[in-house]
């Protein structure tokens, strides 16, 4: 019997393999993205000594829609102050990001996550998903889905951390 | 041995039906999310049976439908 739940107990963590959870406090992971529409790559790096909402979008996700206008004015308010919003797109084709981004107005910076890795990494259980990490890069605020009272939030976090 | 390897194949399609991955990670719902994917052609007219269920049978629903039964809701 013994031998049957060793044996067990070696196929147990083939099963388990997404990223953790992420939580407040904890480093947002390092990521090299690149930019939607184009070659050139974006670094977690240089975002160091900014306060970031990082925000993970897809042009399916109708929440997301109701977000980036959101995120839009908040991004124009405060980016003189160094505030920086990063998008991060999961769509499947790049392309239908790229369609996605005729009909609607994104103004921050707009990555594409190739093989949703860094979304898997983060093991996100909502989407939109969003993190307000601090000038270290720690993560401080985390929203999960959009609310209607979220730019509010969004707006008091960030004075917090400016 | 060959209970060993009765338990080993259990084991190995087991591991299928683990619970550690089966829901699809939201992030991955961009077929799910296709209009083509949902079950319900016209959202109305749905609502309109739905209501017409819950009414004539108390105990159907599962839909999301209020009231019980008598059909004043």
Redesign the interface.
């Known amino acids: 019997m013994c ?2 739940f060793l ?2 107990c070696l ?2 963590p ?5 990223g953790a959870k992420l939580k407040v406090d904890e480093k947002f992971p390092e990521y090299n993205l690149k930019e939607l529409g184009s070659e050139k790559k974006s670094t977690k790096a240089q975002t160091k000594g900014k306060v970031v909402i990082v925000d ?1 979008w ?1 042009s ?2 109708e929440p997301c829609k109701k977000e980036i206008p959101a995120l839009n004015k908040i991004f124009k308010k405060y980016k003189a102050k160094g505030l920086l919003v990063v998008g991060i797109n ?3 084709a790049e392309n ?1 990001a790229k369609d996605f981004l005729k009909d609607h107005k994104v103004d921050f910076l707009r990555l594409y996550d190739v093989g ?1 890795k860094l ?2 990494q983060c ?5 939109p ?1 969003s993190f307000v990490l601090d000038r270290t890069g720690t993560i401080k605020f985390i929203h999960a889905g959009y609310h209607d009272g979220d730019p509010a939030k969004f707006e008091a976090e960030i004075k917090m951390l400016f | 041995m060959k209970t ?1 390897l009765i ?2 194949i259990a ?2 399609f087991g ?1 299928g039906c ?1 619970t ?2 089966k829901r699809v ?7 799910l ?2 209009s083509g994917m949902n079950f319900i052609e016209n959202p109305e007219e749905e609502t309109g049976m739905q209501h017409m269920f819950n009414a004539r049978e108390g105990s159907v629903g599962g839909f999301g439908g209020a009231g019980g039964g008598c059909g004043c809701n």
Do not use: G, N
């Not at chain 1, 083939?14 to 997404?18: P, V």
């Not at chain 1, 093991?123 to 989407?127: I, K, V």
């Open positions: 031998r049957y044996i067990l196929f147990v083939m099963t388990s393999w997404a993970f897809a399916w996700c999961v769509d499947e239908t949703k979304a898997d093991a996100l259980a909502t989407m998903s | 060993v338990v080993l084991i190995i591991a683990s550690f991955r990670a939201p992030f991955q719902r961009e077929f999310a296709k």
